[in-house]
């Protein structure tokens, strides 16, 4: 059974910082890149940041870069989102996807169609 399980959300005050983890199995992790999106409330789901371990590669919206970082313990089948600076407009549900492309499609784009299995998401709310 493929499973892609996020955690690590929850209420953290402005300019604070969370780590969220996705934690994959049930498929070769190390042949897909994984990615993140988030969706706040009456927003479409936005790209945040995409991994490809396997190439070493990482790659992030332009707009949070320097305050996201992702990374990968393949090892554990983990890919991490460290989100630093937080402000109100980050809050959303954040989600994890497993993309057999890899990162090739830019993740600024927010498109979605690579992704082939998706954990349910963790709610992060960032309070003024």
């Known amino acids: 059974e493929v499973q892609l399980v996020e955690s690590g959300g929850g209420l953290v005050q402005a300019g604070g910082s969370l780590r969220l983890s996705c934690t994959a199995s049930?498929?070769?992790?190390?042949?897909?890149?994984i990615g993140w999106f988030r969706q706040a409330p009456g927003e479409e789901r936005e790209g945040v940041s995409c991994?490809?371990?396997?190439?070493?590669?990482?790659h992030y919206a332009d707009s949070l870069k320097g305050r996201f970082t992702i990374s990968s313990d393949n090892a554990k089948n983990t890919v991490y989102l460290q989100m630093n600076s937080l402000q109100p407009n980050d809050t959303a549900v954040y989600y994890c996807?497993?993309?057999?492309?890899?990162?090739?499609?830019?993740?600024?784009?927010?498109?979605?169609?690579?992704?082939?299995?998706w954990g349910q998401g963790t709610q992060v709310t960032v309070s003024s």
């Open positions: 991994i490809n371990s396997s190439e070493n590669s990482t």
């Open positions: 996807a497993a993309d057999r492309w890899g990162c090739l499609v830019p993740i600024q784009t927010g498109l979605q169609w690579n992704y082939d299995y």
């Open positions: 049930g498929f070769p992790f190390d042949d897909y890149g």
